[in-house]
């Protein structure tokens, strides 16, 4: 594999790498969602939130769109959805061996 393509993959899953993203991630497979709601349901500052947002547009998993005064984040498309979907299927069958990993990470 090119280093080029490597390291696409490695900033695409870089996006994948956070709890506050994975949680922003979930949230937004039911539908477009402001800053304002996302801070709902995920704990965290706006400005975290926002920078998480950032991090996840830059990846190219949520896009955003302006309508007067509000900002609407969604998944970028239905791949990445589907992608989640198949996350949750493959974590279904590993669960017991990724609970059990001796590298376990730190938020």
């Given at each position: ?49 926002s ?53 376990q990470?730190?938020?």
């Amino acid at each position: 594999m090119l280093d080029t393509a490597l390291d696409t993959k490695v900033q695409f899953l870089h996006g994948f790498s956070h709890r506050t993203r994975i949680q922003i991630l979930d949230l937004l497979r039911t539908g477009e969602k402001t800053v304002s709601e996302i801070m709902q349901s995920v704990s965290g500052s706006q400005s975290s939130i926002s920078q998480h947002l950032a991090c996840l547009r830059g990846c190219g998993l949520v896009s955003g769109r302006q309508e007067g005064k509000f900002m609407y984040y969604s998944l970028s498309n239905e791949n990445i959805h589907k992608l989640l979907n198949m996350f949750d299927e493959v974590l279904t069958d590993v669960a017991n061996d990724v609970n059990s990993c001796q590298h376990q990470i730190n938020d």
